[in-house]
């Protein structure tokens, strides 16, 4: 019944053209816009909607949140599912809010050292919780989609994590298909962590972002950044796990960055 509701209203969604203005936008936020087939930019656009409607956007901290503003995050959460997910398909089934702040944010955060518990504030960009809220600094938000190929995009990187939190935690394992892939991507992200992790110990120089050693969970969004900005990169230096997220994803961003923008 509920997929029944949720073609019908989506259907309606579609019945008007997608704006030119949005799409520039899109292209303006998603490098990789350009060079997918039309059926893919087609499908972005058509997902940017439902995005848009079937979750709560909100602007805080004084923050005017327009149209323009949920388009420009909406696409680019919307590429990492792109190749995952069909037009009828519950979309970050777990998500129902967007909070945007205009800058970075303050939060309390409590640390345990030995038996005395520690509180004090901790200034963030963004952040993805299991059941219910992502948040998101509108700044660092344009500053991802301004510097497409540094390997750094807050979007993508809270979004990863939904995906990641999909199955009831953030472990640094999202839903896979088979046993096997679940085994697969077990042995090279542990391999890959690991190594990051040995690295910053001995003050080696890594590309992959230092944040990624936190945990699995920040790793797997960390290599979700560098997967879409720095695809060259990480498929020269880091072959197995690129191979494990273009299996993911269904995408190989090296291969459409590398392609004439195509037709249609």
């Not at 039309?38 to 602007?59: C, H, P, Q, S, W």
């Amino acid at each position: 019944m509920f997929a029944f509701w949720r073609r019908l209203s989506r259907r309606d969604l579609f019945e008007s053209p997608f704006p030119d203005e949005y799409r520039e936008l899109i292209d303006k936020n998603v490098a990789l816009y350009s060079k997918l087939p039309a059926e893919d930019r087609d499908k972005l656009e058509r997902l940017v909607r439902i995005l848009i409607a079937e979750k709560n956007f909100v602007g805080v901290g004084g923050l005017e949140l327009t149209e323009e503003m949920c388009v420009a995050i909406a696409a680019r959460a919307c590429l990492l599912v792109l190749r995952r997910v069909t037009l009828d398909d519950p979309l970050y089934p777990e998500l129902g809010s967007v909070v945007v702040y205009p800058t970075g944010y303050q939060v309390a955060v409590e640390r345990h050292e030995g038996y005395v518990v520690v509180e004090g504030e901790e200034h963030r960009l963004g952040e993805s919780w299991t059941h219910g809220t992502l948040v998101l600094s509108w700044r660092a938000a344009e500053e991802g989609a301004a510097l497409p190929h540094d390997g750094h995009d807050v979007v993508l990187h809270e979004f990863a994590h939904q995906l990641d939190g999909q199955q009831g935690m953030m472990n640094g394992t999202p839903e896979l298909p088979t046993r096997d892939r679940y085994a697969s991507w077990a042995q090279t992200f542990s391999e890959e962590f690991e190594a990051l992790r040995s690295d910053l110990s001995k003050n080696t120089p890594t590309d992959i972002d230092s944040y990624g050693a936190t945990n699995p969970a920040e790793f797997f969004a960390v290599v979700t950044e560098e997967f879409f900005e720095r695809a060259q990169t990480m498929r020269a230096r880091h072959p197995e796990l690129y191979e494990e997220l273009a299996q993911y994803y269904k995408l190989d961003p090296e291969e459409l960055s590398n392609a004439p923008p195509a037709k249609g």
